[in-house]
């Protein structure tokens, strides 16, 4: 079998291969051209009417409304909650996580105060959410 390469300064080359190597050579390659392709069809360009979907199907459309509608929603439930309750939640399961206990420490008050403002903040979002 025969392998064509064609290299960056334009040169080409032609090699002969047992058929074995090149099978391996031709499956890599149509791999690579798999990947190649997906990745094509993933990419966003800036200067793509992408906000106004025009890269989007039907379905993606109306699952990136049913997103967006989502994200919302859990917004609004966020907005709806107190001050004290947002912070709360920021330290008990925000990026620098602490503990329910250290949470309690660091505030002056009893881990089951926390726990039952853990509970009062599920519910709030429950019934927001629903």
């Known amino acids: 079998m025969k392998i064509k390469y064609e290299f960056?300064?334009?040169?080409k080359c032609e090699i002969e291969v047992s058929d074995k190597i090149g099978k391996v050579i031709m499956n890599f390659e149509r791999k690579e051209e798999n990947a190649a392709r997906n990745n094509r069809r993933h990419e966003f360009r800036l200067d793509?009417?992408?906000?106004?979907?025009?890269?989007?199907?039907?379905?993606?459309?109306?699952f990136d409304e049913?997103?967006?509608y989502e994200a919302n929603k859990r917004f609004n439930a966020l907005a709806?909650?107190?001050?004290?309750?947002n912070e709360l939640i920021?330290?008990?399961?925000?990026?620098?996580?602490?503990?329910?206990?250290?949470?309690?420490k660091k505030k002056g008050i009893s881990c089951?105060?926390?726990t039952y403002q853990k509970k009062i903040i599920k519910k709030k979002l429950k019934s927001f959410l629903k």
């Open 112 to 114: 089951p105060a926390v």
């Open 48 to 62: 793509t009417e992408l906000d106004n979907g025009g890269w989007l199907s039907y379905e993606e459309k109306a």
């Open 8 to 11: 960056v300064n334009g040169d």
């Open 66 to 68: 049913e997103a967006k």
């Open 90 to 104: 920021e330290e008990l399961y925000g990026v620098n996580k602490i503990t329910a206990k250290e949470y309690a």
């Open 80 to 85: 709806s909650l107190s001050d004290r309750q």
